[in-house]
C-alpha cells in the first residue's frame, strides 16, 4: 500500500448525510487520485488533481466533492446527491519520472475504505 | 473513458501451472500496466510497458504489447497459491495523465 493511507477502513452512512473519506500520501507525488469500484466493475474515476488548489472531474463525478489545499492531502466528499453511494472507494498518487529513455509513471494504491449507506 | 477489456473473467488453475490472462482496448495508449488486487485490499503496481515496447519481464511476470491488435497479455509462469488475487490492465491514453482500468481476471492459484 506503500505511502498512501486512506481512513477509515470502513465507513457507515445514514441516507441524506455528507460523508468525508480521507487519503493522506508521504510520498511528496504532485497527482493523486479517488476511484470507485463497484463488484466485476473494476475502477472507475471519481476526480483527480495533478497539482495543489488544483483538481478535475473523473468519469463518475456527480454527487462527489473534493479539495486539494495541501500536497499531502486529498478528501473526498460523498455528498446527499450521490444516488447510489455503497461501494470501496480508493486513493492513488502517481510517481512520474524519466528512466531508461522514456517515462515512468505507475499509480500507489491506499488500502481503500468500504462505505455502507443503511 | 471506455473500460478495457480483461479475457477471461475468471482463471482456476493448479499450483505450478502457468496463468495467461488477456486486455484489449480501443484508442492510443501511451502506456499500459498491471495492477494486481488482493481481496479487499488497494491495488499493487506489477508493471509497465510503453507503447513502443513489445515484451518486457519481471520475475516471474511477462507482459507483452500488440499495438496493432490494441491487446495485451500478462503472463505468470510457475504459479503460486499466493498469486490468487485480480488482475487488472490499465492504459494511458496518448495526451492525457489518467488510467483507464479495465474489469479484472480473478486468478485461484489452487494448492
Known amino acids: 500500500d506503500g505511502g498512501i493511507t486512506q481512513s477509515p477502513k470502513y465507513l457507515f452512512r445514514k441516507e441524506g448525510q455528507n460523508v468525508t473519506l480521507s487519503c493522506e500520501q508521504n510520498?511528496?507525488?504532485?497527482?493523486m487520485y479517488w476511484y470507485r469500484q463497484d463488484p466485476g466493475q473494476g475502477l472507475r474515476l471519481i476526480y483527480y488533481?495533478?497539482?495543489?488548489?488544483?483538481?478535475q472531474k473523473g468519469d463518475i463525478a456527480e454527487g462527489y466533492s473534493v479539495s486539494r489545499e495541501k500536497k499531502e492531502s486529498f478528501p473526498l466528499t460523498v455528498t446527499s446527491a450521490q444516488k447510489n453511494p455503497t461501494a470501496f472507494y480508493l486513493c492513488?498518487?502517481?510517481?512520474?519520472?524519466?528512466?531508461?529513455?522514456?517515462?515512468?509513471?505507475?499509480?500507489?494504491f491506499g488500502p481503500g475504505t468500504r462505505l455502507t449507506v443503511l | 473513458s471506455q473500460q478495457g477489456e480483461e479475457d477471461p473473467q475468471a482463471l482456476s488453475i493448479q499450483e505450478g501451472e502457468n496463468a495467461t490472462m488477456n486486455c484489449s482496448y480501443k484508442?492510443?495508449?501511451?502506456?499500459l500496466q498491471w495492477y494486481r488486487q488482493n481481496s479487499g485490499r488497494g491495488l499493487v503496481h506489477l508493471i509497465l510497458?510503453?507503447?513502443?515496447?513489445r515484451e518486457k519481464h519481471s520475475g516471474r511476470l511477462r507482459v507483452t504489447l500488440d499495438t496493432s491488435k490494441k491487446s495485451s497479455s500478462l503472463l505468470i509462469t510457475a504459479s503460486r497459491a499466493a498469486d490468487t488475487a485480480s488482475y487488472f490492465c490499465?492504459?494511458?491514453?496518448?495526451?492525457?495523465?489518467?488510467?483507464?482500468f479495465g474489469k479484472g481476471t480473478m486468478l485461484l492459484v489452487s494448492p
Open positions: 488533481s495533478q497539482i495543489v488548489n488544483d483538481f
Open positions: 490499465a492504459y494511458m491514453n496518448s495526451g492525457y495523465s489518467t488510467l483507464t
Open positions: 484508442t492510443s495508449i501511451n502506456n
Open positions: 492513488a498518487s502517481r510517481r512520474e519520472g524519466l528512466a531508461g529513455g522514456g517515462t515512468y509513471n505507475e499509480q500507489f
Open positions: 510520498l511528496n507525488h504532485d497527482a
Open positions: 510497458i510503453r507503447s513502443n515496447e
